[in-house]
């Protein structure tokens, strides 16, 4: 069975500073990786994806993430987070063989300090 | 281009009673998904259409939740009836057929369902 572990419910950082998310996944083979951002009343929006091919992708809202299959992560970073930055992240796995539905992690909510 | 659409946002009803979630897909969009996200959990996968078929209900917690999508199009998904532990927020996502077995799902705001 997939799954998806984000190891930090909450994060705090300050605006101008780097910003990186973690997500582990467990899955068979090599799935389909997803992020999303939910900031608050909007629904859940898809900042970047991996399919296949280079290992680094890059996102909407200037974020990236890098997959690395010999540690089963795809954490998720930021150079200079923005106050709008703020919300709730989760990462995803999905898998063709699984009808591409996902398995969320928990979620990471970050917080911004001026 | 309208994204997913959900209604309503925020529904409050009782115990017992039965509450009615609609979700509006993005036009073209053969795939259709249903998923729950109760307080403090992860969100979690319901169920899957393709067009009108459902192709995993793996994910429906009991019968009580009945969903349909008519014609392929727009989706509703049932609670009848309703219980405490329904209270969450329901999301539906939409996505196109995949190409060479990718594709990604867009979603809707959400339908927060309060049960009290």
């Known amino acids: 069975a997939q799954s998806v572990t984000q190891p930090d419910i909450h994060i705090t950082v300050s605006e101008g500073a780097s910003l990186e998310l973690r997500c582990n996944y467990s899955?068979?083979?090599?799935?389909?990786l997803f992020w999303y951002v939910q900031s608050p009343g909007q629904g859940l929006q898809l900042l970047l994806k991996y399919f296949s091919g280079d290992t680094l992708v890059q996102g909407i809202k200037g974020f990236e993430a890098e997959f690395k299959r010999s540690q089963s992560s795809f954490n998720l970073r930021k150079p200079s987070v923005h106050w709008s930055d703020a919300a709730e992240y989760f990462c995803?796995?999905?898998?063709?063989?699984?009808?591409?539905?996902?398995?969320f992690g928990g979620g990471t909510r970050v917080l911004v300090k001026p | 281009e309208a994204g997913v659409t959900q209604f309503p946002s925020h529904s409050v009803i009782e115990k017992g009673q039965t509450v009615t979630l609609r979700c509006d897909p993005i036009s073209g969009h053969d795939n259709l998904y249903w998923y729950r996200r109760v307080m403090g959990k992860e969100i979690k996968f319901l169920l899957h259409f393709v067009k009108e078929s459902k192709q995993d209900e793996s994910g429906m917690p009991n019968n009580r939740f009945l969903a349909e999508r008519t014609g392929g199009t727009y989706s509703t998904l049932k609670v009848q009836p309703a219980e405490l532990e329904d209270s969450g927020v329901y999301f539906c996502?939409?996505?196109?057929?995949?190409?060479?077995?990718?594709?990604?799902?867009?979603f809707g705001q959400g339908t927060r369902l309060t049960v009290v």
């Open positions: 995803a796995v999905g898998a063709y063989a699984a009808g591409n539905k996902l398995t």
């Open positions: 996502a939409s996505s196109q057929a995949p190409q060479g077995g990718r594709t990604e799902a867009f």
């Open positions: 899955y068979g083979a090599t799935p389909y």
